[in-house]
């Protein structure tokens, strides 16, 4: 909705890794993680954002969280800076903003019954009584499309796709506003993936909540995601709502990916843009645009200068010199 305060807002976000070692072996090596990264979120809308893998993804996804310190910047909650509250403060925000992980099994106490594991965190958090818990267990277990009657099952009877949607049973017990979903598809079949995609979309229209949903592929942000930030080592190369992302790429990186994704349509062909070489050390990232070593457009300013994330028609930003 516009005018309205984001939920979500993340302020020039640096995470830095391996700082620490640099102060005392001079020549250890720093990956900048997420280096300068803005971008705010609106109440009930989803923001994809996307990248090869270690571009620093799930970094932004826990620092949102304060799942781990930040190097530098700010993220608000509800216009509150996360990274200063109070110990209070944030035990209280927790059951409010929620983690779902890409590969749930690992997430689960494999000797916990399903039925407790999603319980868990009510009791922990001391959010209803001990009697209603196995209710609202139910409830969502079938909103989530898993049968009560498994309730007293383990992990291991259950196939990926069924652990995917226990893990988001868990999140949306807790009547969560905000959550966090890093890579909730990537490990699942693509026949799977497809129902696991109709069980978020299902979420946004029937609760109110607002998602970060984290992928390597634009094809399944397209399906959720109103607004799509594209991520290169670190850095945000362009932003846009879905429309202005799909209809009209600006950045080569981000035309790449959108190249790679497949057109149901058999007789439409769209022409593939192959990026030459891998991606580069994140510790040792290229001067001036870090995509300037893959880019097929680059000129010479691209190895010099970084070019500034600029704000190209209304809500649309593009860090590339040749836009
Ligand atoms: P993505 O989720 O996009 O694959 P990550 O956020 O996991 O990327 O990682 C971004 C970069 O930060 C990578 O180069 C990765 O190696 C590095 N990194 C992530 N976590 C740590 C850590 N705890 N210690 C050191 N380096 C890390
Ligand atoms: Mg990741």
Do not use: W
């Not at 070692?21 to 900048?32: E, L, P, Q």
Request: one cysteine or more; charged letters at 25%; proline letters at 6%.
């Amino acid at each position: 909705m516009k005018g309205q305060t984001p939920l979500i807002e993340v302020k020039n976000l640096k995470k830095y890794f391996g700082e620490s070692d640099r102060f005392f072996k001079r020549n250890a090596s720093i990956v900048k993680a997420v280096d300068n990264v803005s971008f705010s979120i609106n109440r009930g809308e989803t923001f994809g954002l996307v990248g090869e893998s270690g571009s620093g993804k799930s970094t932004i996804g826990k620092s949102i969280l304060r799942l781990q310190s930040i190097t530098d910047g700010e993220v608000l909650f509800d216009g509150k800076n996360l990274h200063q509250m109070s110990k209070k403060e944030l035990r209280d925000l927790r059951p409010k903003i929620q983690f779902i992980f890409q590969d749930p099994y690992s997430s689960l106490n494999p000797r916990l019954r399903v039925g407790d594991a999603i319980g868990e965190a009510l009791l922990d958090h001391e959010l209803c009584e001990k009697h209603v818990v196995e209710e609202k267990v139910k409830e969502v277990m079938e909103i989530c499309g898993l049968s009560k009657d498994q309730m007293n099952r383990y992990p291991h009877e259950f196939s990926g796709g069924q652990r995917q949607r226990i893990g988001i049973a868990r999140a949306i017990i807790l009547q969560p506003d905000f959550i966090v979903a890093d890579e909730p598809v990537s490990a699942l079949d693509v026949s799977i993936q497809a129902q696991i995609i109709n069980l978020f979309s299902k979420l946004q229209r029937q609760k109110n909540i607002t998602f970060l949903f984290i992928s390597h592929d634009l094809s399944v942000v397209e399906h959720l995601c109103s607004h799509i930030g594209v991520l290169y080592l670190g850095t945000m190369m362009e932003l846009g709502s879905r429309d202005q992302l799909y209809s009209k790429p600006l950045h080569p990186y981000t035309k790449a990916l959108i190249s790679a994704v497949p057109i149901p349509n058999p007789t439409l062909k769209r022409e593939r843009i192959i990026l030459k070489g891998d991606i580069p050390n994140p510790s040792k990232p290229p001067s001036g645009c870090k995509f300037h070593t893959r880019c097929p457009y680059a000129i010479d300013s691209c190895k010099i200068e970084v070019p500034e994330f600029k704000e190209v028609e209304k809500g649309h930003f593009v860090a590339c010199h040749l836009v």
